[in-house]
């Protein structure tokens, strides 16, 4: 019953407490063919060979300590100038182990910003997983070389009694896992990832209302139309269907004729918005834009679009990624711009727009092979006269028609 909407996640629910119950059962299966002693002895060199493959990756990386920091966007009442999101990363290769120390950080603000231990400590290592090589063991053993340092009080941090810590898995958290992807930028490349967008921007907002089509039945739920992008990292441009720092690709996006046949609503338009994206050598992704409405009543919508006032950054020379932004169309088709954070009653005739963020570029941009180039504006991501402007590379339409090749 603690669920949003418990009728429409039982299932889920249920598909969970099965799936936990057939694991239980292949445990013992596994226990009752093996022995225990077996089954715990592989657990133990399971773990020991995480450690030696972290060890082995963290041996590979320049020594130092190197600091970033970031900020999550002012929220009125509660962090009126933003929160800053500050680590610092100490690389050890001799003793294949890192030490992630974020207790430079503010202390707690009132209202559910603040990260829990579990969070904060989770996050700081994930930065660091994300920099190491890919076949490396998220387990136990490698968690060992990566050591946290964490505050009492802080904000990212072990929040104090009674501290609200309501959103810890997004917002301030994203921040903290993009401080991570970034401070290894500051070793110069290859190493390093820029920032990519935040979490909760209108376009996976949380709406509700009374069916008209249902006898005015009650509605609920997050909708998935459209999420912001990754950030550049050597050799790869931004994920488009990034989501967040929390979830890395893991969302998928609505179908929109799903949601249509759920909700009272229209999704009129969703797309890529050209010209969003960070430009770099490798490009962050660009932003996802989209309007939808809701038919026949008003419908009330709660977001929380950070990277609204503080977008994406670009690292080592790449150029920040296009922020978020709100906003409502009236029935009369005048536009209104809307806070970051809100909870909009949209009315009967009206519409909400959203733009959600660009990831933000990795490298210098004049240094992007045209070729790359050529492909961002044949997919329509990049205009012609930007591929000029920012890259330095002039196209012209080719042979085939609705598409360019790069001038002589």
Same mark, same amino acid.
């Given at each position: 019953?603690?669920?949003?909407?418990?009728?429409?996640?039982?299932?889920?629910?249920?598909?969970?407490?099965? *799936?936990?119950?057939?694991?239980?059962?292949?445990?013992?299966?596994?226990?009752?063919?093996?022995?225990?002693?077996?089954?715990?002895?592989?657990?133990?060199?399971?773990?020991?060979?995480?450690?030696?493959?972290?060890?082995?990756?963290?041996?590979?990386?320049?020594?130092?300590?190197?600091?970033?920091?970031?900020? @999550?966007?002012?929220?009125?009442?509660?962090? !009126?100038?933003?929160?800053?999101?500050?680590?610092?990363?100490?690389?050890?290769?001799? *003793?294949?182990? =890192?030490?992630?120390?974020?207790?430079?950080? =503010?202390? %707690?603000?009132?209202?559910?910003?603040?990260?829990?231990?579990?969070? *904060?400590?989770?996050?700081?290592?994930?930065?660091? &997983?994300?920099?190491? !090589?890919?076949? $490396?063991?998220?387990?136990?053993?490698?968690?060992?070389?990566?050591?946290?340092?964490?505050?009492?009080?802080?904000?990212?941090?072990?929040?104090?009694?009674?501290?609200?810590?309501?959103?810890?898995?997004?917002? /301030?958290? !994203?921040?903290?896992?993009?401080?991570?992807?970034?401070?290894?930028?500051?070793?110069?490349?290859?190493?390093?990832? +820029?920032?990519?967008?935040? @979490?909760?921007?209108?376009?996976?907002?949380?709406?509700?209302?009374?069916?008209?089509?249902?006898?005015?039945?009650?509605?609920?739920?997050?909708?998935?139309?459209?999420?912001?992008?990754? #950030?550049?990292?050597?050799?790869?441009?931004?994920?488009?269907?990034?989501? #967040?720092?929390?979830? +890395?690709?893991?969302?998928?996006?609505?179908?929109?004729?799903?949601?249509?046949?759920?909700?009272?609503? $229209?999704?009129?338009?969703?797309?890529?918005?050209?010209?969003?994206?960070?430009?770099?050598?490798?490009?962050?992704?660009?932003?996802?834009?989209?309007? &939808?409405?809701?038919?026949?009543?008003?419908?009330?919508?709660?977001?929380? *679009?950070?990277?609204?006032? &503080?977008?994406?950054?670009?690292?080592?020379?790449?150029?920040?990624?296009?922020?978020?932004?709100?906003?409502? $169309?009236?029935?009369?088709?005048?536009?209104?711009?809307?806070?970051?954070?809100?909870?909009?009653?949209?009315? %009967?005739?009206?519409? =909400?727009?959203?733009?959600?963020?660009?990831?933000?570029?990795?490298?210098?941009?004049?240094?992007?092979?045209?070729?790359?180039?050529?492909?961002?504006? %044949?997919?329509?991501?990049?205009?012609?006269?930007?591929?000029?402007?920012?890259?330095? /590379?002039?196209?012209?339409?080719?042979? @085939?028609?609705?598409? &360019?090749?790069?001038?002589?």
């Amino acid at each position: 019953m603690r669920n949003r909407v418990p009728e429409l996640w039982l299932g889920d629910v249920r598909a969970q407490i099965g *799936a936990c119950r057939t694991g239980e059962k292949r445990i013992a299966e596994l226990v009752g063919k093996y022995g225990r002693d077996v089954v715990m002895d592989f657990v133990e060199d399971w773990f020991d060979y995480g450690a030696r493959c972290a060890k082995a990756a963290i041996a590979k990386l320049p020594a130092g300590t190197y600091t970033y920091e970031t900020r @999550h966007d002012p929220v009125p009442g509660v962090a !009126d100038d933003g929160i800053p999101v500050k680590i610092t990363v100490t690389v050890d290769p001799q *003793a294949g182990e =890192i030490v992630v120390d974020a207790r430079d950080n =503010i202390d %707690n603000v009132p209202g559910g910003l603040n990260l829990s231990e579990n969070t *904060a400590t989770g996050s700081c290592r994930i930065g660091v &997983f994300n920099n190491l !090589d890919e076949s $490396v063991p998220h387990n136990e053993g490698a968690k060992s070389q990566i050591k946290v340092l964490l505050r009492d009080g802080s904000v990212v941090g072990k929040p104090a009694p009674q501290v609200g810590t309501s959103v810890a898995t997004t917002n /301030v958290n !994203d921040r903290l896992m993009m401080a991570g992807n970034c401070v290894f930028s500051e070793m110069g490349a290859p190493y390093g990832q +820029a920032e990519g967008g935040s @979490h909760l921007p209108a376009g996976i907002g949380v709406i509700s209302g009374r069916d008209p089509f249902k006898g005015g039945r009650s509605y609920v739920n997050q909708i998935f139309v459209g999420y912001a992008g990754g #950030g550049a990292r050597s050799g790869y441009d931004g994920w488009l269907t990034y989501c #967040g720092p929390a979830n +890395a690709g893991l969302i998928q996006l609505d179908s929109v004729e799903v949601d249509e046949s759920m909700y009272p609503i $229209v999704i009129e338009s969703r797309g890529v918005i050209a010209d969003s994206q960070g430009f770099g050598e490798f490009e962050g992704a660009p932003a996802v834009g989209g309007t &939808f409405y809701p038919l026949d009543h008003d419908m009330t919508i709660v977001y929380a *679009a950070d990277g609204t006032t &503080f977008p994406p950054k670009g690292v080592l020379g790449g150029k920040n990624g296009g922020a978020s932004a709100s906003w409502k $169309v009236t029935s009369s088709y005048e536009e209104v711009s809307l806070p970051a954070f809100a909870e909009a009653m949209i009315e %009967n005739g009206s519409k =909400i727009a959203f733009k959600a963020c660009g990831g933000g570029g990795y490298g210098n941009p004049l240094d992007r092979d045209p070729r790359r180039v050529l492909e961002s504006v %044949n997919r329509g991501w990049l205009s012609p006269e930007k591929a000029k402007e920012a890259y330095g /590379v002039a196209v012209r339409p080719s042979s @085939h028609p609705g598409l &360019f090749e790069v001038e002589p």
